[in-house]
Structure formats: structure tokens, C-alpha cells
């Protein structure tokens, strides 16, 4: 497995255990949007915790709401976020 896909499975593990979801990390898409219409149903409320538990697992500071919206966008986007964090 890649060191993406296990940040991937990390992050449907950071979401379902900080956020509390009752789905499993199998049943969470890679690009399954988080937020929006079909998504996973994640408020800013959610959001904002997710920063807390990214910046505490992984070091990543997300400071504006901008780059935020980037990097929410799917499970495979907050890991491609930790990946390039972790190489810089």
C-alpha cells in the first residue's frame, strides 16, 4: 500500500473517531466530498474540529478559510495536504 493510501485511511480514521460518523473507512469514498450536496455531511463545526485533529496528529496548520476549502474537498485531498506538509 502507498504512503498515500495509508493517509488515506488515517484520515476516514481521524474523521469517523473525531467526528464521531457511524460509517466505516470502507464505506467512505477517497473522493467522496465532505461537504456540500452528496456529500458526507460535514458542517463547519466539523470542519473546524478536523483542523484541531489535523494540526494535532500531523503538525499541519490550515489558517485560512480559503485553504481550507481546498484541502476539505475529500478524504484523498486532506491526505495529499499531510503528504506535501510532511515532505516540506
Known amino acids: ?3 498515500l493510501a495509508n493517509i488515506i485511511t488515517e484520515i476516514k480514521e481521524l474523521l ?3 467526528l464521531m460518523l457511524d460509517e ?3 464505506e467512505i469514498g477517497d ?8 456529500s458526507l455531511g460535514l458542517d463547519s ?5 478536523l483542523v484541531v485533529a489535523l494540526d494535532k496528529k500531523y503538525g499541519i496548520k490550515i489558517s485560512d ?3 481550507a476549502t481546498g ?3 475529500s478524504s484523498k485531498t486532506i491526505a495529499e495536504a ?3 506538509h510532511q515532505s516540506a
Open 1 to 3: 500500500m502507498s504512503d
Open 16 to 18: 469517523i473517531d473525531e
Open 24 to 26: 466505516t473507512p470502507d
Open 31 to 38: 473522493d467522496l466530498a465532505l461537504m456540500g450536496p452528496d
Open 45 to 49: 463545526v466539523d470542519a473546524l474540529q
Open 65 to 67: 478559510a480559503e485553504a
Open 71 to 73: 484541502i476539505f474537498k
Open 82 to 84: 499531510v503528504l506535501a
